[in-house]
Structure formats: C-alpha cells, structure tokens
C-alpha cells in the first residue's frame, strides 16, 4: 500500500518532516512517499474569507452534505480566516495524482493550513476515496505538544476508514458518536479527539470492518504506528514524566535514540550533535569560554558526523560556535533543550540536555552510565 503526502505551500517543512518521521519510524507494508519540493497552493479564486463567531462554533464540525456553513466560527473571537471548500482541496489532490500519473489505488493525501468550509480534522473524497486532506492548523488549541503527532495519527485514520467504510455516508452513520476512544469517534464537538489520540485505539467492532479489505499485515502495521504515535506525545505532552530515566543510544550512524521511552530520535543537526557529544564526553563540564580549547574535538566530531561540505566550511563552523563573543554555541544549547523537551516533555527532559548557569560550567546532568554508544 503506497500514501503519498503532498503539503500546501504554507504548511513549514519542518512540521512535515516531522510527520513523514513518525510515519516512517515503524517499519512495515505501508509505503509513505513524499517530495518536500511538490508543494501546491490555493488560487485567489479558490480562498475566501470566512468569520467564525465564537468558540462554540470553532470547536463543532459542520455536516459535509450542507450547501453553505449555517453557522460562523472564530479563535479570538470573531475570527476571520482563509478558508477552501472541499472541492478545492480534492482538487488538489487530483491534479498531483494525474501530474505523477499516479495509479487509484494508492493515496494521494494533503496536508494544508488553510481552514475548510466544514471545519473538518480530515476528510476523504467521496467520489475518489483514496484523496484526502487534513487540516494542520488549530492543534495547539487542543493538544500541549507538536501538531506532528496528531496530524500523522490522522494519515493512519483516513487509511483504515477508507478499508472500514464505503462512502462519506456510511462514514457518518456508522461511526461512534458518543465518544469511546476509537480512532472512528465522530468528534462532533472536536476536543472530542483528545480521547482517541490519548487511546491510539481501534475498537473491535471497526477493526472487523476492516478485515478483508486490507491485509493483516497493513492493518497490524497502521496499530502499531497509531500506539506508537500514542506513545511518544504521552511523553511529549510531559505525561510520562515520573517515568525511570532511558539509556540514551547512539548508534553506528551517529542517531541518538532513548530505547526505553518507547525508541524516541531526539533529532538534532550535525552541528548540534558534535556540540552535544562533545559534553558527553565531559560529565563536570565545560566553560563556555573554554569552549575554544576543544576546537579540534569537535573537527573529529564534526568530520565525522557531517557528510556534508567540504574541510574549510566545516572549520569556519566550528570556529564560530567556539569563539566567546558569538552566541552560536548558545543558540544550539537552546535548541537541543527545545527538541528534548518536545520529545519527552520537559521534566525528563532536563536529565538530558546541556544546562549551566551563566558563568558557571555547563553540562549533561545525566549519570555517564546511561549513555550507550554503539561504534558497529
């Protein structure tokens, strides 16, 4: 089974590559295809404005079979966004599936930060069920950790409806509209959905309605991304944080790994992880105005790391995060604090990342013999 992800032009690279990483982290017979350079975007013609009057109606999905909105919505309310039918969005999916003369079997979803004129999460064609789009703004609303997670959960949950159901009726009708912790909760009201990301979960009864339809081997697959997925934004949204403390791994390819919590990457750049090694290395720290004394530790880190680049670029690098009077060093320093913390919330995160006060040493708090370093 093959699902191609196409983004809007306004949706951040960042944001998805993070998603196409969660899919991506659990191995399986679901192919997740991507192009971070096939971006789309709306016409004029296409994007209207739309006022949204409270939050009562920010928060509730209008029925897709209406002709026009019944209702306004907004986030600091009123709220006026841009806003695309469905037509529009399937369109989108259309023209990219005929552009790559793509087969109908497999999925062209997008993923797009402009608001839809039903307010839906996610939706799949009706007369094409394998397009879909899913709306990546307005997490934050109801989720305290990376939109990521619950627009990666949302792939998998267009993937199993379309095996699940035929047909946008069947869809309405048939899913659970008192709330249960299913990945086919109706969520009228939308922080509904807060419940089935914290389950992951495909009741019985749905996971029959697919059988057949899809191999046991996607299907067991599509589980396992959405407990996974479960997994990690427990930990991003500081749930698990009386949790015992992970090894951190490092591997023969240089990815830094916490197997315990569930085999979360803690994703830095090769400048960030050289930094981060290096402090490894010296468990009572490091001055930041000593920094320069470990110029060329970090040019064998570095060289090591980075495939990327040639000698004299990568020593212009590291000159400039050792030299005292730049704040690179510092910078990195408040990112790796950002990505752990965003991995694993911030009370586990403070075990491990860089920390010191101004002045003072800087160093990983995390006891030496939790790291594991693996040189094959």
Request: overall charge negative; some cysteine; glycine content about 4%.
């Amino acid at each position: 089974m093959k699902v191609h992800l196409l983004k809007s032009v306004e949706v951040s690279t960042d944001l998805f590559t993070k998603v196409v990483d969660f899919l991506k982290s659990i191995p399986g017979p679901i192919e997740f295809i991507y192009d971070l350079h096939a971006t789309t975007y709306f016409e004029d013609e296409e994007v209207y404005m739309y006022q949204i009057r409270d939050e009562a109606h920010f928060e509730k999905k209008m029925a897709p079979m209406e002709s026009k909105l019944t209702e306004d919505i907004l986030r600091s309310f009123p709220l006026e966004r841009e806003t695309v039918t469905w037509d529009a969005l399937f369109k989108k999916c259309k023209q990219y599936r005929k552009n790559n003369n793509l087969p109908d079997n497999e999925f062209v979803l997008l993923l797009t930060d402009i608001a839809n004129k039903q307010n839906w999460f996610a939706a799949l064609d009706e007369s094409m069920p394998y397009n879909g789009f899913i709306h990546t703004d307005d997490w934050d609303y109801y989720i305290k950790c990376s939109a990521a997670f619950p627009i990666a959960y949302e792939v998998i949950a267009l993937v199993l409806q379309k095996h699940m159901f035929n047909g946008l009726y069947e869809l309405r009708t048939r899913v659970h509209e008192n709330p249960i912790g299913c990945v086919n909760d109706l969520c009228i009201h939308k922080r509904e959905i807060i419940l089935k990301l914290r389950t992951g979960d495909v009741c019985e009864d749905c996971i029959e309605k697919a059988a057949g339809k899809m191999s046991v081997h996607e299907l067991h697959h599509a589980l396992h991304i959405m407990s996974s997925l479960r997994e990690k934004m427990l930990f991003a949204q500081n749930m698990k944080k009386f949790s015992p403390l992970s090894t951190l791994k490092i591997d023969s390819r240089y990815k830094i790994v916490l197997p315990e919590f569930n085999n979360i990457e803690i994703k830095l750049r090769p400048l960030e992880k050289a930094l981060y090694f290096l402090f490894m290395r010296y468990p009572d720290g490091i001055y930041h105005s000593s920094l320069s004394e470990h110029r060329n530790e970090l040019y064998e880190i570095y060289g090591a790391i980075s495939t990327m680049g040639d000698l004299t670029e990568m020593r212009y690098r590291i000159d400039d995060m050792v030299n005292a009077l730049s704040d690179s060093a510092s910078q990195k320093i408040s990112r790796i604090k950002r990505v752990f913390e965003d991995a694993i919330g911030p009370d586990l995160a403070k075990h491990y990342y860089i920390k010191g006060e101004s002045g003072q040493k800087k160093k990983i708090d995390l006891d030496p013999t939790y790291f594991k370093i693996i040189n094959n």
